[in-house]
């Protein structure tokens, strides 16, 4: 992998872990790719990780649809869920594909890269 291709990935990744919307799974990840940087467990910890952002990411019609239930509203809460739900429909209606909280932001940008990384 390319020294500024790494660089970028090393940066997001820290964004990512310290990311108060990233989950405790991803955040093991992403830990434990940093630890295997430079090591030989680079391209099998580069695999877990890029496979466990992919299945974190959260799409942005799931996003619409988690906001707009139940347990959107319990986790947001009742008053918050709503403007949730209608930032995200604001964000798709200009195109966007993933949720854009601070940890689905790093991840994209990660991802971005998936054919560098890998």
Not at 54 to 60: F, L, Q, R, S, T
Not at 85 to 92: P, Q, V
Request: glycine content about 4%; proline content about 3%; charged content about 30%.
């Amino acid at each position: 992998m390319k020294k500024e291709v790494l660089d970028f990935v090393v940066e997001k990744t820290h964004e990512l872990i310290d990311a108060h919307t990233c989950s405790p799974e991803t955040r093991a990840a992403a830990q434990a790719w940093l630890e295997a940087v430079g090591t030989d467990h680079e391209a099998a910890e580069t695999k877990k990780y890029i496979d466990e952002l992919e299945a974190d990411i959260m799409p942005i019609d799931q996003l619409i649809a988690f906001a707009e239930s139940e347990a959107g509203a319990q986790v947001f809460g009742a008053d918050v869920a709503p403007n949730v739900a209608a930032h995200a429909k604001e964000i798709k209606a200009a195109g966007a594909k993933f949720c854009d909280c601070p940890a689905c932001a790093a991840v994209e940008a990660i991802l971005g890269k998936k054919e560098e990384i890998l």
